[in-house]
């Protein structure tokens, strides 16, 4: 029987993991919630150790519930008065549900200092659910999970100390009700182990806790997934992902979390179809150009036509859209979209030849559609809504250039003055070159004229600059000078790659302030800040938004998975190059380069420090050799990010584990041991039945005093016969007395006195006595 | 008697538990919150496995339930029952039995695998009669106490209570008995010596009230001027024979009365009634105890007229007495004619004095014996004698004393 001691400290336990799971959640939502649930916890420890000294009166109480009421009602109403609470940052109700936690946890300290009966207990375990369940809708990562994961244990823990206590009447019962008969408390043993702390009763709780998930985890996986999106609590939970937003802001604050989420499914190809399985797994893959910059907030704004010739949409082609044939390094890569986009993602660098056929085709039911090639430089889907572009599946023919950052040439529009007059708003480069942020123009110049003091090529390129009417490199310089940036973002000490993304000055531009003040963010930061320097120089800068990385399938050659936690941010410039042999020009160009003419390629540049990529996202090694890498990352696919197409990918993914060898051979195996296990049932059914029990219980007992001490009936022998043999062993006739009184009890039907009971009582304790001084037979 | 015909019984809380876990499901899986949807369920199967649990602990009990003798009313009884675990793991449960009022109940905390325990109630029965012994139930909510698994096991056992002891004194009965003129009617012959027996004589002692004339011993009181009387070592055995009229006037209904008062005067005759064939039943085991008592047990034999005579004769023992009188917990008044045949009132062997015992006096029995001549002595509700203490008395006397303690 467990203590009352063990009793309260499992429940008050539970309380406490309660109030804890809450405090974590509300952390970063409601910071006063976390600082009152650790105040409950105080009052629950207090209360622990008073164990019962102390007590209100019910008019103490009364007055205590009356004053905690009146303190919970003016400060909810101050939360309704102040306009930037929660309750108007977030969309009614569910604004309601950080204040939820505070008001429910009031109630635990409430209860905790009056003499409790059982009703009382129950409402406190109902009100630690309450609390674990609130803060279960707003907290959803790892750490959180552990945490309700010991609130489950401790509260079985505490229900079934609480069935004991209950049961055996060691509780004061709910007033006006029947308490019921006293109950006297009967054990076989008398356990010495039965401690204080009832730890034989914790361990048989975290039994039932794992009996419990083995039963609840099968509905779960099976259960079949709401349509709805991903709730999501709170502005300042932010995960790593590209999103259906077509912009990207640069203002929001927040610890960003790594989504496991697949964003697509890629089967790549070779032309003659066999898979490959040795494709660059740092492969990048752009989503969103985005080309202007203003108060934090990237936007692609409309632009003039920068291309002079694209690749060709083949409308003609009655075959349905071929690809073109970029060589026999050529592969097709296969995207399967996971999540909607605005903006589907392509391998990067996209490769595309003026006058032929587009790379990219969508893969609709009917036929395939080539995309179409605008002459801003991005390939769109042809005849497909846009929404419905991240959709539907998709290809591309791919082959890696041998310079991968380099995207393919390209002839621009105005062959004369290809960036456009300076200060010409009308201008295509004046997209790409403009910002308002004049203090970073400055700043710039100043970064240069640094590196410059290290690097040679970037002082010779600042001396070749034009200074009026703005400071502005030359095109030839675009490229050294933008990488000498890009490395100085991506090795210097000054700057820290984190997630955890702060502002130091709220109201100042969130680049600014990253390149100034805070030099601490995440590839974004990093990516926009190199932009803004770079246009600031005068150099044509875009910030991309995309993914890097690919994880190959274990069962399926030539399938690959992008996650979202492999979202990635760099920048790509516009520089010049001599014209590749065999290009075809429209318009020849004026500029050369190096005697031949110039054409335009976009390079791209990732500013990102290397070892904050790394630390992004948990790569494959990375998950197999830690422990609590494996368990956040199944935490976060299979429970918190378990969706419909997981749903799907376990099924088909359990069933090919069926249909494997493994599989069979188990399924063969449980059928074998099922069979097994009824034999062996009605095997034992038989044996009990030949030793059924007479339904005596006296008799009962002395034939298994016979049968502990080794003295069973010989073959054929009947029960008087038997007894008549022991008694002429024993020197006693309590054998026979016993068979004697079975028989008229049996067959005559006659009640036994009580008194002739009593002599059977005696009579088996003389046989027992007797048998084990003469030992077995 | 092995369990069978389980019921499940879910409990307030384990209702709320359900709604609660259901609404935390479904908010879960419509708002997409996987966590809690997992909680939902997880909550639901703690339910299916205290529901197993509670089966499994029930399932392989046994109970074997022990006879229990007649009791007197207000007689603390015991009622003592093995249970067996047959099972092949240790059971933890409640297990109650209730009757009459009574209810006991025993919490195995737990009983090991093939063990087996004696449980015992300790009960009172207030009222004279049969009472039916509740099933004992096993009611088995392990290991959270959300769902109740019930069995009852059954029984068809009963205890017949006899009515409440009241005090005899037996040396005033004797000479009651003597003044009564009770034994054989018409040949009795006039004797020196008493139909009451009497021992060898161990002294003299000086007259106290009551004594019969006969013991006065005259010669000594005439030396001593006062009067002494013998007295004896060992009375020798005073065989008895007690018919027992079991007399209850057709009760008053309220249909027989006119006007509210009159009812309340007739409702109050139907209750005086019925205490005192209480009574005399009482006087029957009373005086039997007392005989089974004494020195000298005497023969008892008991006569219970009715739609089946019940005519019951042996030495006078304690065991004797409950059993053989085990028939007065049936007892039914009535106010019809009873048959007595004269054979039953006659004694097989050697002396024996005849009471009658009755609510009333002159009652149809006692009027069979005088038409026939034989003697017999009565004892009635309306002219209760002095050597026999009501129950009612007894604990009157017992609340006195303990107030004055």
Known sequence: ?777 | MTGSGAKIRFTRAATVWTAVALMITVVGWYKTINLLVLAGYFLLALLAVNLRLAWRASARLSVSRRPVPPAFAGELVALTAEIRNDASHPITTLVTTASAGNRTAWMFAPLAATDQRTITARWTFEKRGRHPLGSIVVDSSYPLGLVHVVRSLGSDAAVQVLPTLGQVNMEQFRRWLVRQNAGEGETRRPSRRPAVGTGEVRGLRPYRPGDTPREIHWKTSARRNQLWVREYDRTEPLDLILIVDPYLPDPYAVSDVVNPKEWETKRHENREAERRLEWALSLVVSLGFAAAESDAPPQLTLVLPGNELQVVSGRAGVAFVRQAFAGLADVVGTADQLRLPLDAVRPKAGNAARVILSPRSGGTIAALLRGQGISYAEASAERPPNWFTPPEFLMRKHDLAERKG
């Open chain 1, 1 to 777: 029987m467990p203590t009352h001691f063990a009793f309260r400290l499992s429940t008050y336990l539970t309380l406490g993991l309660a109030c804890a799971c809450l405090s974590y959640a509300e952390w970063d939502l409601l910071r006063q919630a976390s600082f009152f649930g650790g105040l409950v916890i105080v009052f629950l420890v207090i209360a622990f150790l008073c164990d019962g000294r102390y007590e209100l009166d019910l008019t103490s109480a009364n007055r205590l519930g009356f004053g905690i009421g009146l303190a919970g009602t003016a400060w909810l109403a101050y939360q309704f008065l102040n306009k930037n609470s929660l309750i108007y940052t977030f969309p009614w109700p569910a604004s309601l549900l950080p204040y939820l936690g505070p008001l429910l946890m009031v109630l635990m300290p409430a209860k905790l200092f009056r003499p409790k009966h059982i009703g009382d207990w129950w409402a406190m375990q109902g009100i630690g659910l309450a609390t674990a369940s609130l803060a279960a809708a707003m907290e959803d990562d790892a750490i959180f999970g552990v945490l309700l994961a010991l609130y489950a244990v401790c509260g079985v823990w505490s229900l079934s100390l609480f069935f004991y206590l209950r049961v055996a009447g060691l509780l004061p019962p709910v007033p006006l009700s029947d308490p019921g008969p006293p109950v006297t408390i009967l054990a076989s043993t008398i356990r010495v182990e039965e401690t204080q702390f009832g730890r034989e009763f914790l361990g048989r709780a975290l039994g039932w806790v794992a009996l419990a998930i083995a039963i609840a985890a099968p509905f779960f996986v099976l259960t079949p997934r709401s349509a709805a999106p991903k709730w999501t609590f709170g502005q300042q939970r932010l995960e790593t992902g590209l999103t259906q937003e077509n912009f990207s802001d640069l203002n929001r604050t927040g610890e960003l979390k790594p989504s496991r989420e697949a964003a697509f499914e890629l089967t790549i190809n070779r032309r003659d179809g066999t898979p490959v399985t040795d494709f660059n797994l740092e492969q990048r893959f752009r989503s969103s150009t985005f080309n202007s910059y203003e108060g934090g907030r990237w936007v692609r704004v409309d632009t003039q036509p920068i291309l002079m010739n694209t690749a060709r949409l083949i409308r003609d082609d009655r075959s349905g859209g071929a690809l073109p044939n970029f060589g026999p390094n050529q592969i097709d890569i296969t995207f399967v979209p996971k999540i909607r986009l605005t903006e589907p993602i392509l391998a990067d660098p996209v490769n595309w030849e003026t006058g032929k056929a587009s790379p990219i085709v969508t893969l609709s039911e009917l036929e395939l559609r080539p995309w179409l090639h605008g002459k801003d430089g991005l390939f769109r889907p042809f005849g497909i809504p846009m929404t419905k572009g991240g959709v539907l599946p998709y290809r591309q023919s791919f082959v890696s250039p041998a310079e991968t950052d380099l995207g393919p040439p390209w002839e621009p529009m105005s062959a004369y003055q290809p960036l456009g007059s300076a200060g010409d708003p009308d201008s295509l480069w004046y997209v790409f070159r403009n910002h308002r942020l004049t203090k970073l123009r400055a700043w710039s110049r100043e970064l240069a004229v640094r590196l410059g003091k290290s690097n040679p090529a970037v002082q010779t390129a600042l001396d070749r600059a034009i200074e009026s009417p703005t400071f502005q490199l030359i095109p030839q310089d675009f490229e050294v000078v933008a990488r000498a940036v890009t490395a100085y973002f991506a090795q210097s000490p000054e700057y820290e790659y984190t997630l955890k993304l702060r502002r130091l000055d709220a109201a100042a531009d969130p680049i600014e302030e990253f390149l100034y003040r805070s030099k601490q963010g995440h590839c974004e930061r990093f990516a926009a800040g190199t932009a803004l320097v770079l246009r600031s120089l005068g150099i044509p800068a875009a910030y991309v938004l995309g993914y890097r990385g690919c994880e190959p399938d274990a069962d399926t050659a030539g399938l690959y998975l992008v996650r979202q936690e492999l979202a990635h941010a760099w920048v790509e410039i516009a520089i010049p190059r001599p014209a590749p042999a065999g290009f075809e020009f429209r318009r020849r160009p004026n500029d050369r380069l190096d005697g031949k003419p110039v054409v335009w390629h976009w390079l791209s540049l990732d500013p990102t420090p290397a070892e904050g990529t790394e630390d992004s996202t948990d790569g494959a090694g990375d998950v197999l050799k830690n422990p609590w890498a494996q368990f956040v990352n199944f935490f976060s696919d299979f429970i918190i990010g378990y969706d419909p197409e997981k749903r799907r990918g376990a099924f088909e993914a359990v069933s090919r584990w069926f249909l494997g060898p493994f599989g069979q051979g188990l399924i063969w195996l449980s059928v074998a041991g099922l069979v097994a296990l009824v034999l062996a049932r009605r095997h034992r059914r038989r044996r009990l039945a030949a030793m059924a029990p007479s339904g005596i219980v006296w008799f009962d007992r002395y034939r298994s005093i016979l049968q502990k001490y080794g003295r069973p009936p010989q073959a054929g022998e009947t029960l008087a016969e038997q007894a008549t043999r022991l008694s002429v062993e024993l020197g006693s006739d309590a054998p026979k007395r016993i068979v004697a009184l079975y028989y008229e009890a049996r067959f005559a039907g006659r009640t036994i006195a009580t008194a002739e009971l009593d002599a059977v009582e005696a009579a088996l304790t003389e046989l027992t006595i007797l048998i084990r001084q003469t030992g077995p037979e």
